[in-house]
Each structure stands twice: as C-alpha cells, then as structure tokens.
C-alpha cells in the first residue's frame, strides 16, 4: 500500500510522510500514517523499581511519522501465565536517531504490562502507529511550562526536545511519591529547563501546594502554554488557575482506558466543553492531547 498526506503539523515544519510499503492501513486523520509494524527489541531496562524502558527498531521510519504526544497500540506478549487479549496504549517517550528507532517507559502495571516487562532483547513485537494527535508548539512561542507527574513524563518528554530544539524555555514541574521514584533525567535527557520537584513524601505535591508554585512562576514570568499529564487532581487545578492568565494556554495529554485505539470502539470517549458546546470525544482520536478548559470532570449519567 502506498499513500501520501501532505499537511502542516502545529509547531514544526510542514511535512510529507508516505505509508511503508509494509503498512497495512493507513486511515487516521489526526496522524499521518497508521500502521502494524512488526519490532525487534534493541534494549529493554529497568530504570527504577517500577517502570521500565524499552527500545525498538522496526523498518518504516517511525522517526518521521511519530509527533510528540501520539501513542502506539502494543501488542503484549502471552506468557505462561498471562494472554493480555487487547493492545495496550503507550505514549511515545522518543524516536532515532536511527528512522526505525522508537523508545517506551511504561509502569509495569497489570496483565499486559508484567507480559511485556518478560520480552528479551533480540525478541519481537507488533505495534500499531502512530496515533492521535499531537501538542500545539508554535515558533513564537518564548517559555512553556510543563507539570508532569507518573506516566506523563514518558508522554511529555519528546515535548521537551522539540521545544528545547526550537529554542524555546522551558519550565519543568514535576511531581512524584518520592525523590526515588522522579525520574529527572529520564524526563530532561539533557534538556536545559528551569525544574521544581515536589514530592508526596514531604507535602510539597499537595494540590495546594502545587497551585501555588505554579502561579507563582506564571506569575514571575509570562509562559505561552502550560502542558500537563498524569494527574486528574492537577489538571482540574491547572484549569481553575490558569483562568487567572487569560495569556498562558493550557494543553493536557489524556490518559483513559482503550480498546481499539483507532477510533471504532467508543470506549474512550468523554465529555468535553467547548464554551458551551458539549460534546463526547475519542481520546484515542480527536486526542489525546486536548485544551485544558475544554475538559469536564465529573459527568453525571441518568
Ligand atoms: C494515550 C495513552 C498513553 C499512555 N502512555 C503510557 C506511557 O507512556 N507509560 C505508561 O506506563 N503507561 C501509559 N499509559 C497507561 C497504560 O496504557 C496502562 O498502564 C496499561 O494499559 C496497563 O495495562 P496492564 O495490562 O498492565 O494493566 P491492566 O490493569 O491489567 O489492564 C486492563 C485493561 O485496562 C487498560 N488500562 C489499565 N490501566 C490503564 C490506564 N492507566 N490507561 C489506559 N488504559 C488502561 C489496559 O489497556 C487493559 O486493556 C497510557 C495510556 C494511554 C491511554
Ligand atoms: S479506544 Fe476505541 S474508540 Fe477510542
């Protein structure tokens, strides 16, 4: 199969990707090219008690066609004890430098995930990808602001590199439960950003706490966009907060459960408020990454 989208990517140059010979479809609006691609495990790691990274290379150039922000569906593998049945969602923690190459951290959570944790280097995995859609990151933009905590730093981290490459400031919170578990490395890997951690452990990472960090440095400084991923809790403060800076966008990557990934299912719907226009949206399609303001957080059925 062979396809061409040609289309301008917020924040990054336009470009035209072309379907892998190998692709077996190539459908999805918000990316520009689906596909099965089958992997070879390159790496596989822990990096601390609870998430690991994992490395593949397959022969399409992911690298191209994978957006910060997107997502792969992963086919887990069945061990003696485990047949995960559905794919499980995984942001794109980073890409190359060679074509194939694309890089995961993942919590090892469940079923799929512990099936996963087993895969050997020298072994092989089928992925689907890329999906969703990706951040909003214009030139212009000055300084942003990124609030991660858990998985969010494996969603936002490729975030960095772009925004770090086009010369843009970047200021980093993060959270974690304790100093052990922050991952501060694993999120920079090498980026210069002005960063505050706060941590469960010693009541920084309240809700409270955290809104008045984050209005301080809003405050102290203007920043174009505000991104955030992996806490609910934050995410609702983050939208009260950023009502206060009418200037400062806000962008969140959502996290919710999936099954087909692509669109059909419907499983991953929620509600989203768009100044007045309720509507139901795929996050696995319309998102994940949505404006901050347009999400509802509780929705109450009957
Ligand atoms: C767009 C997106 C990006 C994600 N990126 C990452 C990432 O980069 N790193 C990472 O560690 N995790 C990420 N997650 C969460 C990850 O998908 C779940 O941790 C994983 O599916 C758990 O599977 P499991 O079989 O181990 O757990 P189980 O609890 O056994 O899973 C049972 C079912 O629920 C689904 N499920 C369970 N927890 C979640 C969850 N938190 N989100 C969505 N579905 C879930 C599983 O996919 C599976 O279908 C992401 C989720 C989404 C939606
Ligand atoms: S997971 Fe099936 S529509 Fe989103």
Same mark, same amino acid.
């Given at each position: 199969?062979?396809?061409?989208?040609?289309?301008?990517?917020?924040?990054?140059?336009?470009?035209?990707?072309?379907?892998?010979?190998?692709?077996?479809?190539?459908?999805?609006?918000?990316?520009?090219?689906?596909?099965?691609?089958?992997?070879?495990?390159?790496?596989?790691?822990? @990096?601390?008690? &609870?998430?690991?990274? =994992?490395?593949?290379? +397959?022969?399409?150039?992911?690298? #191209? *066609?994978?957006?910060?922000?997107?997502?792969?569906?992963?086919?887990?593998?069945?061990?003696?004890?485990?047949?995960?049945?559905?794919?499980?969602?995984?942001?794109?923690?980073?890409?190359?430098?060679?074509?194939?190459?694309?890089?995961?951290?993942?919590?090892?959570?469940?079923?799929?995930?512990?099936?996963?944790?087993?895969?050997?280097?020298?072994?092989?995995?089928?992925?689907?990808?890329?999906?969703?859609?990706?951040?909003?990151?214009?030139?212009?933009?000055?300084?942003?602001? @990124?609030?991660? &905590?858990?998985?969010? =730093?494996?969603?936002? +981290?490729?975030?960095?590199?772009? #925004? *770090?490459?086009?010369?843009?400031?970047?200021?980093?919170?993060?959270?974690?439960?304790?100093?052990?578990?922050?991952?501060?490395?694993?999120?920079?890997?090498?980026?210069?950003?002005?960063?505050?951690?706060?941590?469960?452990?010693?009541?920084?990472?309240?809700?409270?706490?955290?809104?008045?960090?984050?209005?301080?440095?809003?405050?102290?400084?203007?920043?174009?966009?505000?991104?955030?991923?992996?806490?609910?809790?934050?995410?609702?403060?983050?939208?009260?907060?950023?009502?206060?800076?009418?200037?400062?966008?806000?962008?969140?990557?959502?996290?919710?459960?999936?099954?087909?990934?692509?669109?059909?299912?419907?499983?991953?719907?929620?509600?989203?408020?768009?100044?007045?226009?309720?509507?139901?949206?795929?996050?696995?399609?319309?998102?994940?990454?949505?404006?901050?303001?347009?999400?509802?957080?509780?929705?109450?059925?009957?």
């Amino acid at each position: 199969m062979k396809a061409s989208i040609e289309k301008q990517s917020p924040g990054f140059a336009p470009v035209a990707l072309k379907c892998s010979s190998t692709a077996q479809h190539c459908f999805q609006r918000n990316a520009y090219s689906v596909a099965s691609h089958r992997c070879e495990v390159r790496e596989h790691r822990w @990096v601390n008690d &609870r998430y690991k990274y =994992l490395k593949l290379t +397959a022969k399409a150039d992911l690298a #191209a *066609a994978t957006k910060p922000g997107q997502f792969y569906q992963l086919k887990c593998p069945s061990t003696h004890d485990l047949s995960p049945f559905l794919l499980r969602p995984m942001s794109v923690y980073g890409v190359g430098p060679e074509a194939g190459t694309v890089e995961l951290l993942y919590n090892v959570t469940g079923a799929g995930t512990h099936a996963l944790s087993h895969l050997e280097v020298g072994g092989q995995m089928d992925i689907v990808g890329p999906l969703g859609n990706t951040f909003v990151l214009e030139p212009g933009f000055q300084r942003i602001m @990124v609030v991660a &905590r858990g998985v969010g =730093l494996a969603t936002m +981290a490729p975030l960095l590199q772009h #925004a *770090a490459k086009a010369g843009i400031r970047i200021t980093a919170v993060m959270s974690a439960r304790t100093p052990k578990d922050l991952m501060r490395d694993e999120f920079l890997r090498g980026v210069d950003a002005d960063v505050h951690c706060v941590f469960d452990s010693d009541g920084s990472s309240s809700v409270e706490a955290m809104e008045q960090l984050v209005r301080r440095l809003l405050g102290a400084e203007h920043h174009d966009v505000v991104y955030t991923c992996g806490s609910h809790r934050i995410l609702m403060r983050l939208q009260q907060l950023l009502k206060d800076f009418p200037g400062t966008r806000g962008e969140v990557a959502m996290e919710q459960r999936m099954a087909c990934g692509m669109g059909v299912c419907l499983s991953c719907v929620r509600l989203f408020d768009k100044d007045g226009d309720k509507k139901f949206l795929r996050v696995c399609r319309e998102g994940p990454v949505f404006p901050i303001s347009d999400v509802v957080g509780e929705v109450e059925f009957g």
